[in-house]
């Protein structure tokens, strides 16, 4: 089992950067992809990035291709979200995921969950 904290959450113009980081329990961390995903007012929560095991294959949804990077240090059991050039649309509640093993990009692929952080971004 891991529990997720995440932390980096705040408000922003359009075209400023944040980061936003997911702090995961246990000495297994290693052990569990990661994924990052956001959730607007009145829609469903959606994927945005995630990434393997040790970090060598990640994906991006189509909206944040080329402004978010996702990593992870597993050494310090944390994943992170570097958000570039961000946009109103990107105002959410984000969230950070786990699952055992393999990559994955689906919602409902993920097991262990945080609590999120709002991000907001004024045009």
């Known amino acids: 089992q891991v529990q997720l904290v995440e932390s980096g959450g705040g408000s922003v113009q359009a075209g400023g950067s944040l980061r936003l980081s997911c702090a995961a329990s246990?000495?297994?961390?290693?052990?569990?992809?990661m994924g990052w995903f956001h959730q607007a007012p009145g829609k469903e929560r959606e994927f945005v990035a995630a990434?393997?095991?040790?970090?060598?294959?990640?994906y991006y949804a189509d909206s944040v291709k080329g402004r978010f990077t996702i990593s992870r240090d597993n050494d310090k059991n944390t994943l992170y979200l570097q958000m570039n050039n961000l946009k109103p649309e990107d105002t959410a509640v984000y969230y950070c995921?786990?699952?055992?093993?393999?990559?994955?990009?689906?919602?409902?692929?993920?097991?262990?969950w945080g609590q999120g952080t709002q991000v907001t971004v004024s045009s």
């Open positions: 995921a786990a699952k055992l093993l393999s990559v994955a990009v689906g919602v409902n692929e993920y097991r262990y």
């Open positions: 246990g000495r297994t961390f290693s052990s569990y992809a």
């Open positions: 990434i393997s095991l040790r970090g060598g294959t990640t």
